[in-house]
């Protein structure tokens, strides 16, 4: 891919998304803010081997938290303490907590994702087999699986309670 291409590609990349935080379409990290709903709570995660960049963890059977990230939003790095932080806390009780890059290229988060500082596996969603069924298109955008595989909560990973996590754990 051409240098003109890949920055073509990246500036349209921040500006949609520039522009759905501006008119209110995207999520944001306040937690009193509302992010767009998907759906999702109810439905099953798709049954997809993701390429992981950095760890690894099998998502089958385990309680987890998969956070949607790209390397260019400045939301996305912002709530990685937060989920840092959860992550510290349960990944002894079994809670898997993953980040999922959106629709970039390998190379793009293979160089930019160490740089957020996830202490959680960072994984490369190939081809929008995990996004894609999912039509997650925003980020950062979390969902909560419990452990048969069910999403119970999606939002924006800062406005996520402890007590959802508590039941997923039971």
Avoid at 21 to 44: I, N, R
Avoid at 86 to 112: T, W
Wanted: glycine share 8%; with cysteine.
């Amino acid at each position: 891919m051409s240098r003109f291409k890949v920055g073509e590609r990246l500036f349209m990349k921040y500006l949609s998304t520039l522009l759905a935080l501006l008119f209110g379409l995207g999520a944001s990290v306040s937690a009193k803010d509302e992010a767009p709903s998907f759906d999702l709570v109810g439905k099953q995660i798709p049954a997809v081997k993701l390429h992981f960049v950095k760890g690894s963890v099998d998502l089958t059977g385990k309680p987890a938290i998969v956070e949607f990230w790209t390397t260019f939003c400045g939301p996305c790095k912002a709530v990685v303490p937060h989920l840092n932080e959860l992550y510290a806390k349960y990944k002894d009780r079994g809670l898997a907590v993953v980040g999922v890059s959106l629709d970039e290229d390998l190379e793009d988060v293979e160089k930019y994702g160490p740089k957020f500082g996830m202490e959680y596996p960072m994984a490369f969603d190939e081809g929008k087999k995990f996004s894609g069924p999912l039509k997650v298109d925003i980020s950062p955008y979390a969902i909560v699986v419990n452990k048969a595989g069910k999403i119970v909560w999606e939002g924006v990973s800062s406005a996520l309670q402890q007590d959802v996590l508590e039941q997923i754990l039971k």
